[in-house]
């Protein structure tokens, strides 16, 4: 089955013009595919995990071999099932606003 996975990286909500335009691509696509699942994953709803030092100690613990537990354990299995949601998907979509020139923290 089609779907499609909205990444809305702008922070301003209604107010954001890389998502109106996002919007219209959208109208557009659910005509061409109908039965199409649309996930939308906004980055600032609060559920995109922290890739702090516990999930990165998680990441060195998997590479290493090691058995994970406790904060590294949840860190990783947040991880694991963002990753999932994104890789089930056959359609991308990323609404991005220009910050400096650039993807917002891209401009490294
Ligand atoms: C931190 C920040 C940096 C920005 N840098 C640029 C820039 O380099 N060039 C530009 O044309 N607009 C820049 N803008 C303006 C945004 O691109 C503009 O507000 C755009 O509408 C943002 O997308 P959005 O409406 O989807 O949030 C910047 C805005 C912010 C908040």
Same mark, same amino acid.
């Given at each position: 089955m089609d779907s499609l996975l909205h990444v809305v990286s702008s922070p301003r909500a &209604?107010? +954001?013009? +890389?998502?109106?335009l996002a919007d219209? *691509?959208?109208?557009?696509?659910?005509e061409a595919h109908?039965?199409?699942v649309?996930? &939308?994953?906004? @980055?600032?709803?609060?559920? @995109?995990p922290a890739f702090g030092p516990?999930?990165? /100690?998680?990441?060195?613990?998997?590479l290493? /071999?090691?058995?994970?537990? /406790?904060?590294?354990?949840?860190?990783?299995?947040?991880? &694991?099932?963002t990753f999932e949601r994104f890789a089930g998907h056959?359609?991308? @979509? *990323?609404s991005v606003p220009v910050w400096n020139g650039d993807m917002p923290y891209l401009d490294l």
């Open positions: &209604t107010a +954001s013009l +890389s998502l109106a219209v *691509f959208l109208d557009a696509y659910r109908p039965t199409a649309v996930d &939308t994953f906004n @980055l600032w709803d609060g559920t @995109l516990t999930a990165v /100690g998680a990441r060195a613990g998997i290493a /071999g090691q058995e994970l537990g /406790g904060p590294q354990e949840e860190a990783w299995a947040a991880v &694991t099932e056959r359609h991308y @979509l *990323f």
